[in-house]
């Protein structure tokens, strides 16, 4: 069955022999059955393979029945047929795994993510136009965050409080990938909801609308579904990507949030400068398209302006108002040297030929268990997808004492 | 240990390994500190499945890319033996496959408190067997006991 399952993944078992931590030649063994699969690994590879551990160790695929829902429908879309996509759902989807078992040890067994999804779906009319659902969704999602307060922007707050009610955020660069971003469920010690956000050549305004684009397809549209992916530059007339779309743009800058905003900086529409809209767009953390967007549907603005408005370049005066819009480069001369390496070398896990920049709260949480003497070291690797010596080295003058 | 009590099943001399302690003793090159126990004591070392499979994945590491050879050597020449259910027989006598089951639960069990696979597999199967354990790293023994 591994075989068959590795095979429908179209990805090369070497690539899979990595993201589980075993050495290429054993897991041809395990593929061609000529050693057993250890018992324990089977939660890991049934929750990356999206079938149940059983599954994994039967002969056959009988008849095509087990073909785990997620890696067909992946297969079935034309424009994810690339390699980078492919493994890098594989690598996240394992990171997600280890995610759901960071929060058993600390005693979180259930995702309150689920809660919440189920009381927005469920008071969501889907007769209703659109626009109306997204509004109505947002509302209550805002609520549900506790993001209802007035005019504050929620784009700080949007990650750490995702990950609390048990959501993985994951945002690493793919270069070589179509995809912006996707999500999906995965089977840990219980049922992890992933977003995944390309992060390369994005900024952090784009990606926290693309997330929660992501967060609404997790709550409408995942229930029947193993998967929900969106590429760059996608522009699908689909409802349930329009109601995404809206959806993100209600959570991140409704009208309270832009009436604020317009009122804290005396803004007039009419006489818009670049200046003015990168104010908006660093006081609603959200992307000069959104905001524009956003004001167009409130009627703020003409059609007309929000074409010229977003010819608009704001990133020199963005960069003076926010550290968020700095690049790379721009942002590491703004810290002390020192602590350059936690920003992004130590973060990035290589895994087969591709990298993944580890999330820093999950990495937080699994270096306070380590100094709490909670977990091992060896669990800390495991965990974070890297060998002992490799973590101990990078991670060495934040634990306590050298373990 | 001491010759077995009569009708008791024959004790095996044995110490197990956990993937930091052997892997050090293979970069430092000092196999021969097992093959003193084995020739002058009669101790085997054991190493669970999960050890083996870290064992095998860290020599891939191209930090310890020169200790390949020495794993492979330790396994084809009987330094480093794989715990199995079969071995298992001088020690429990004929209750192995539930012995076995026994390691592999509470081997799970340890792995779900904090500690990495091997060393959770080698920590069970030395307190299933009543055997000493290998190891270099004493947190995981912390870990084990603030349950």
């Given at each position: 069955m591994l075989r068959d399952l590795v095979t429908l993944t179209n990805v090369e078992p070497k690539f899979w022999a990595s993201v589980f931590n075993v050495a290429p030649e054993q897991f041809y063994e395990w593929m061609s059955g000529t050693r057993h699969i250890p018992k324990y690994i089977l939660p890991e590879l049934a929750s990356v393979f999206g079938v149940q551990p059983s599954d994994i160790e039967k002969n056959q695929f009988e008849g095509g029945e087990l073909q785990p829902a997620i890696w067909y429908k992946l297969r079935s879309i034309?424009?994810?047929?690339?390699t980078a996509d492919l493994e890098m759902v594989g690598m996240v989807r394992k990171l997600c795994f280890n995610f759901g078992e960071l929060q058993s040890f600390l005693?979180?067994?259930?995702?309150?993510y689920e809660g919440v999804f189920q009381r927005v779906r469920s008071a969501i009319?889907?007769?209703?136009p659109v626009i109306s659902q997204a509004r109505e969704a947002a509302r209550m999602f805002r609520a549900e965050m506790g993001w209802e307060t007035g005019g504050t922007a929620i784009g700080d707050f949007i990650r750490p409080v995702l990950r609390k009610i048990g959501i993985v955020i994951v945002e690493s660069p793919v270069p070589d990938s179509l995809i912006e971003g996707c999500s999906f469920r995965v089977k840990s010690t219980h049922d992890i909801a992933c977003v995944f956000a390309n992060s390369y050549q994005s900024t952090w305004f784009r990606r926290n609308s693309v997330i929660l684009h992501e967060i609404c397809h997790g709550i409408f549209d995942l229930e029947g579904e193993p998967v929900s992916v969106d590429y760059r530059r996608e522009t699908s007339d689909d409802i349930s990507e329009r109601r995404a779309n809206l959806f993100a743009q209600e959570c991140l800058v409704p009208k309270a949030v832009l009436v604020y905003l317009v009122n804290r900086f005396g803004i007039h529409w009419e006489r818009l400068s670049a200046k003015n809209l990168a104010s908006l767009i660093a006081g609603s953390k959200a992307e000069q398209r959104l905001v524009l967007r956003a004001a167009l549907s409130h009627k703020m603005i003409t059609p007309d302006q929000h074409d010229e408005y977003l010819k608009f370049d704001c990133a020199a005066d963005l960069k003076k108002l926010s550290p968020q819009a700095l690049t790379t480069r721009e942002f590491l001369a703004t810290v002390p040297h020192d602590q350059h390496k936690w920003f992004f070398q130590d973060r990035f896990v290589k895994i087969g030929g591709r990298g993944l920049l580890l999330p820093v709260g999950f990495l937080k949480i699994v270096i306070e268990l380590l100094s709490a003497d909670r977990i091992t070291i060896d669990k800390a690797a495991e965990l974070t997808m890297m060998d002992r010596y490799t973590f101990q080295e990078r991670f060495r003058q934040m634990l306590p004492e050298a373990a | 240990m001491g010759n077995p009590a009569p009708g008791q099943p024959s004790q095996q001399d044995w110490i197990l390994g956990d993937t930091d302690a052997i892997i050090q003793l293979l970069a430092c090159d000092k196999l021969s500190l097992l093959k003193v126990l084995r020739s002058q004591y009669g101790i085997l070392t054991v190493i669970p499945e999960p050890v083996e499979i870290e064992l095998r994945n860290l020599v891939k590491n191209r930090r310890f890319q020169d200790v390949h050879q020495r794993l492979t050597k330790a396994f084809n020449n009987g330094l480093l033996t794989i715990l199995q259910e079969a071995a298992l027989s001088p020690l429990v006598g004929v209750n192995t496959h539930e012995a076995f089951e026994r390691i592999e639960r509470l081997g799970e069990k340890f792995r779900r408190l904090g500690v990495g696979s091997g060393e959770a597999y080698a920590h069970a199967a030395g307190i299933e067997l009543s055997l000493p354990v290998l190891s270099n790293d004493g947190k995981a023994i912390n870990v084990l006991m603030a349950y």
């Open positions: 034309p424009s994810v047929s690339s005693s979180r067994t259930t995702g309150a009319d889907k007769a209703a | -």
